[in-house]
């Protein structure tokens, strides 16, 4: 929250030269969004990437017409790429990655240090993340207010499935909120003494405020994780429940040509500590970078993006 605080005293709002607040918070482009402001206002709109904010939530894809939106992000040797379109109230978006964590997401953090600590872990999980989806306006009061529902399909390499995740966003011009949820269950497997199986629901709430050009993000993320007991030699099951809270608090400062983005992330896990990688597990992160855009091209460095403290390279092409 420091590094928020910083960040926006050294970098105050700062206007376009023609004279109105930022027309678009999606694609960081002075042409697109203009129309209707109420509905191109995301409360994805803090993240540097459209790219998590629609594997957070799929109705923040765009409801509004865009050019086709090409973005990816590539760190320790991996390409992660996404394909972004709006047109008139619908939006669809399809996203590949090689792992599930980054700064945004809710992935556990204990996979981060295990990275680090095991590789052959780490090779395991170079495996595709998979996400299809589309958003809807249901509701629309041009320059008021508008109602996009979204809706993904997504697929984990980890339990082997695709699941459904459902999602919803009110969005004005100044101020935008959006829910989600999705539950992953993994097939059972043996541990030599038990069956187990592993159940994850994520609840996902995120907030974004338009200030002129500066928007301002709060992310909340609180995954509930089960693990079903089933004993060979005993016909008993039993169940562990633990949580983990994400907290994620983000800012970026839009201009003509560039943006500037930082973010504060705190973790609360009630199992990790005890049971994981206790030397490399850390609660609380942070990340910075800045982006140069045209009409047609952006590209970007940021510091810890998939939380290995490392710099990553962001590009957004536009058709």
Known sequence: MIFLIIFIAFFPPVT???????CDTIFRSSNVGCDDQASSNTSGGSYPLLFDAFNFNP???PTFPTPTGVEGYYTDKKLNVALI??????GFGASSKKSN?????????YKVALNHANPAYKSSTLNQYINLG????ILKIPEIASLPFGLSYRYSPETKKWTFNPGAEIRTAFLSLGASYNKEIADKYNDSFSNLQEERENFLMNANLKLSNLLLGYSLIHQKNTIHYFFNSLSVTSSTIYTISTHIYSGTMVTSKFSFTAAYRQQNDSRIPANYADAGY???HILGGAAYKTERLELGGFYNYV???DISFLVKLFF
């Open 101 to 109: 964590t980054t700064f945004f997401s809710g992935s556990e953090n």
């Open 59 to 61: 109705s923040a894809l």
């Open 282 to 284: 850390k609660k609380s």
């Open 85 to 90: 379109k709006g047109t008139q109230n619908v």
């Open 307 to 309: 939380l290995n403290e």
């Open 134 to 137: 589309s958003a809807l306006n």
């Open 16 to 22: 376009r030269a023609a004279g109105g607040p930022i």
